[in-house]
């Protein structure tokens, strides 16, 4: 089956550590994206990449970086400047990069930052 | 600055009702897009339906249908007859490129349907 894997659902960490979410896609789409979903404030974009090799900054890039050495991995990695980690992330994927396009969503991974 | 303002946290209805989830836009821009996607309880969104700023025209697609209008800046979506099933939190999005090359991908705060057996 064609879609978006994000491992693992659920992961803790404790407060100062660094912490990669990965994402993986076989639906052989370009354009790859992280959002970030607090409670009350919908979804908000971390970084995209139209394809391999480039990534964008989104609305709340600060505190996260992100890599695209191949077309179907697009792992985050949240580290320890980011000042507020706990939320819920989700992985998505477009056929192609444009605003034009609708995104496949992975499940999301929940972090937890003790 | 554009925005996507969904006033409804939660809805809370009886089966077999209709419901219509509100969404209103703000932008300086003549061309963007107009998405709202489903997001049930398993996490990931699903994609429902696409808009362009030139295409007013409203769509049915069975019991869902969305009402679009420039003039108010609004992108409506109506569920006739609710089911159990539309439980989830739906979310509208609005979608374009800046003058500078960048794309802008902005989601509303989400508005929870809760439809009661």
């Known amino acids: 089956d064609g879609g978006i894997t994000q491992s693992p659902k659920y992961l803790f960490r404790k407060e100062g550590q660094n912490v990669t979410l990965s994402c993986e896609q076989n639906?052989?789409?370009?354009?790859m994206y992280w959002y970030r979903q607090d409670p009350g404030q919908g979804l908000r974009l971390i970084y995209y990449?139209?394809?391999?090799?480039?990534?964008q900054k989104g609305d709340i890039a600060e505190g996260y970086s992100v890599s695209r050495e191949k077309k179907e991995s697009f792992p985050l990695t949240v580290t320890s400047a980011q000042k507020n980690p706990t939320a819920f992330y989700l992985c998505a994927s477009s056929i192609g990069s444009g605003s034009f396009n609708e995104q496949f969503f992975g499940p999301g991974t929940r972090l937890t930052v003790l | 600055a554009q925005k996507v303002t969904q006033a409804q946290t939660e809805i809370s209805v009886v089966e077999k009702e209709d419901v219509t989830l509100d969404c209103v836009y703000e932008t300086r821009d003549t061309t963007y897009y107009l998405f709202w996607y489903k997001q049930p309880p398993s996490g990931e969104l699903v994609f429902l339906i696409r808009r362009n700023s030139f295409d007013e025209q409203n769509e049915i697609s069975g019991r869902y249908s969305w009402n679009f209008q420039k003039s108010t800046s609004s992108f409506n979506f109506t569920i006739t007859a609710s089911q159990v099933v539309d439980s989830a939190v739906y979310f509208c999005a609005l979608t374009l490129i800046t003058t500078s090359g960048t794309y802008k991908y902005i989601f509303g705060t989400g508005t929870r349907l809760k439809v009661l057996a």
């Open positions: 639906l052989n789409h370009d354009a």
């Open positions: 990449s139209q394809i391999v090799n480039d990534f």
